[in-house]
């Protein structure tokens, strides 16, 4: 596994149990957003029962500007944008030696649905992380 990818399932499960540690992050459900440095990636996870594979659907495909509605597809993979969650990091988050996000960072996740969100359920989702982006009102 990439070290992206762990990032992204890291970061998720770092945010989702922040609640017991306190406020370290900020989530917010947005509508329109813009990519910076062009950090936004497509990922899949594939549940085949016995094992779980997740992995880079890839970048190209994705605009620098994405509201909700916007269909978006990478290779062969689509998904249509209803949900925009950011996630606004209040402290520097770090895992073992690894700075994942600073403190101020805005990253942000789009899916289809709500179960979609990388978590520890494994499942069959198809998601985009924007590790830098910056929300824009409409």
């Known amino acids: 596994m990439k070290f992206s990818t762990l990032m992204v399932i890291v970061t998720s499960i770092v945010v989702s149990n922040s609640a ?6 900020v989530e917010t459900k947005v509508g329109t957003i813009a990519v910076e440095n ?3 990636t497509m990922f ?8 779980v594979s997740t ?3 890839g970048k190209t495909g994705i605009p620098a500007r994405i509201r909700l509605g916007d269909v978006i597809s990478v290779k062969d993979r689509s998904l249509t944008a209803n949900h925009i969650i950011a996630t ?31 978590s520890d359920d494994a499942r069959d989702r198809l998601w985009i992380h924007v590790k830098q982006c910056k929300v824009v009102s409409d």
């Open 20 to 25: 017991t540690a306190g406020p370290k992050t």
């Open 38 to 40: 062009d950090s936004a």
């Open 44 to 51: 899949a996870e594939k549940d085949w029962f016995v094992t």
């Open 55 to 57: 992995g880079p659907v």
């Open 88 to 118: 606004r990091y209040l402290e520097t988050l770090t895992w073992k030696g690894e700075v994942l996000a600073r403190a101020g960072d805005t990253s942000c996740i789009v899916v289809e649905k709500l179960t979609d969100i990388p």
